[in-house]
């Protein structure tokens, strides 16, 4: 197997962490890959960093961004691209030295290769992070990562390996942030399986300069938007009634998003305090008076959110 491997690796002040990140990457098992690393305007030593690596390492090839940002930062790397199969790398996290080799023995047609993550930090990693990355290998080892796709992005970043023919089919790059969740909604709407790469072979830095942590695109970590667009776009079967069920934070912006949408339903909760109460022009009802034969969209979390899974093993949970 002697397929070459494209790893698009967008990258902003990233020095401090780059030279770590390219060694995780020079020291792969699987050697036949080229690194497609998109300088984004950065103001320290990043594209020095890049030219050095460049000159010593064919494969490493350095561009700048021809936008601003880490979609035009990929989309220039994909430009350039060349391979048969695609990956993503972070210039802040780090390759198990089999990654490459593992996922692409599972990156075959129809099938998006995704293996197990962890975090690190040098101050610690917090139980959050840890619960997070626990849930997504669950998820992985199963193979069954589009499952839960309403609540949180289950494919993870810079840690799956696709065909190019399948990149390309389900749309690339995309032109949506978040980039990573976009993508996964539309592996899963172009029919991809998930198989799985049962081991840690990819590894989360969290720091504080993190995109995640300080770019505008990911502000708003609920991405609420994003997912009633692709739940409209994907699983709405008007044959059917819609309910949304949960009034709180997330329940109103989603009623909202449904309503800049054009989209008839009803409203319900279990609040007995909001039962008939009038909100954004819906007057919502309990759980008791729920339509028949109504899909659910369930913006509910914690325990309350726990028992109505178990109730409405069909329903599309959002939290």
Request: overall charge negative; hydrophobic content about 35%.
């Amino acid at each position: 197997m002697r397929e070459l491997v494209s790893i698009l690796t967008p990258v902003r002040n990233g020095g401090a962490f780059l030279a770590v990140c390219l060694e995780s990457i020079i020291n792969q098992t699987y050697k036949n890959w080229e690194l497609l690393i998109v300088d984004d305007n950065s103001q320290d030593d990043t594209w020095e960093t890049i030219k050095r690596y460049s000159e010593s390492d064919s494969r490493i090839l350095g561009f700048k961004n021809q936008g601003e940002g880490i979609l035009p930062a990929l989309q220039t790397a994909y430009s350039h691209a060349t391979g048969t199969r695609i990956t993503r790398m972070d210039a802040d996290d780090i390759m198990e030295p089999d990654k490459l080799e593992l996922l692409l023995e599972s990156a075959t047609a129809g099938q998006v290769a995704v293996g197990f993550v962890n975090y690190f930090s040098d101050r610690g990693v917090g139980e959050g992070y840890k619960s997070y990355a626990a849930w997504l290998n669950d998820l992985t080892n199963l193979g069954k990562n589009f499952s839960d796709l309403y609540k949180e992005c289950t494919i993870p970043s810079s840690c799956w390996m696709l065909d190019r023919q399948d990149f390309d089919g389900c749309g690339g790059i995309g032109n949506v942030y978040p980039e990573d969740y976009d993508l996964a909604f539309r592996m899963k709407e172009y029919g991809l399986k998930v198989k799985p790469v049962k081991k840690v072979i990819h590894h989360w830095r969290d720091h504080d300069s993190r995109a995640s942590r300080n770019d505008d695109n990911y502000k708003d970590n609920r991405f609420l938007d994003l997912k009633v667009f692709h739940f409209l776009k994907q699983d709405r079967n008007e044959n059917q009634g819609l309910t949304l069920i949960g009034a709180g934070k997330k329940g109103k912006i989603i009623s909202q998003l449904l309503s800049k949408n054009r989209v008839e339903f009803c409203w319900a909760t279990n609040n007995p305090r909001k039962i008939g109460v009038n909100i954004h022009e819906k007057v919502l009802i309990s759980e008791n008076e729920i339509p028949a034969n109504s899909q659910l969209l369930i913006s509910v979390a914690g325990d309350e959110g726990a028992q109505l899974r178990v109730k409405y093993p069909n329903g599309y949970f959002f939290c």
